[in-house]
């Protein structure tokens, strides 16, 4: 199956900080990728939705200019949570697909964030 | 009203038992809808597609009732490693919808 990796796996930052996450698909072509939150026993919420090559469509609620999207190759997606603070805390998952063949996404391993 | 509902639980049943989960969902224009397996910590991993005829592979059979808007999930003869929060998801026009899942515990 398709391989989605993350990293890092986990960072721990001080307030006011930046992170940025990285998502790549391995194996395959990823046309979009989204990227995800989840907070302890909440269900995940997608963030963005991001196309190669293009401006990442963000959902409502979420400060694009906080969360900094970039999807610049086919392989590879960026998140960057920028002045982050401790309710920036959460469980950032990623995932993946290549619409030209599916519209299954497949997903990382997820990046747990803890800012101090 | 939430786009995807589930109760979230937990579940708790011995090993060999038959559980089935339930899951409403708001939009009637959906088409698409799929359960998740979440482990502790780690990332969904898709169970099973639900289509209008239902699927079934293994232990595992979900169901989709059109008129009534729910999707479920029956799980026979429980197994220890069942144990994981199985999500419920919608698939809209270009992404995936999720319910907070429902949280299952099978004891030896």
């Known amino acids: 199956g398709a391989v989605v990796s993350q990293h890092p796996s986990w960072v721990i930052c001080k307030s006011g900080t930046s992170v940025k996450i990285e998502c790549r698909s391995l194996d395959f072509q990823a046309t979009t990728m989204f990227w995800y939150r989840q907070f302890p026993k909440q269900s995940l919420m997608l963030m963005a939705t991001?196309?190669?090559?293009?401006?990442?469509?963000?959902e409502q609620g979420v400060e694009k200019d906080k969360f900094l999207i970039n999807h610049a190759s086919l392989t590879l997606s960026t998140l960057t949570v920028t002045s982050a603070h401790p309710e920036d805390s959460s469980f950032y998952i990623c995932?993946?697909?290549?619409?030209?063949?599916?519209?299954?996404?497949?997903f990382g391993p997820g990046t747990r964030l803890t800012v101090l | 009203r939430k786009e995807v509902e589930q109760d979230p639980g937990p579940f708790n049943v011995p090993e060999g038992a038959t559980v089935a989960f339930n899951c409403t969902y708001s939009?009637?224009?959906?088409?698409?809808f799929f359960w998740y397996r979440q482990d502790c910590r780690k990332e969904p991993k898709l169970l099973m597609s639900?289509?209008?005829s239902g699927n079934e592979d293994g232990r595992f059979t979900a169901q989709l009732n059109r008129a009534s808007q729910y999707i479920s999930l029956l799980i026979r003869d429980s197994k220890l490693s069942d144990s994981a929060t199985y999500l419920c998801?919608?698939?809209?026009?270009?992404?995936?919808?999720f319910g907070t899942g429902t949280r299952l515990l099978v004891s030896p």
């Open positions: 998801v919608e698939a809209g026009f270009q992404k995936l919808v």
């Open positions: 995932s993946a697909r290549d619409y030209r063949i599916s519209h299954e996404q497949f």
């Open positions: 939009n009637s224009a959906s088409q698409s």
């Open positions: 991001s196309n190669e090559g293009s401006k990442a469509t963000y």
């Open positions: 639900v289509y209008s």
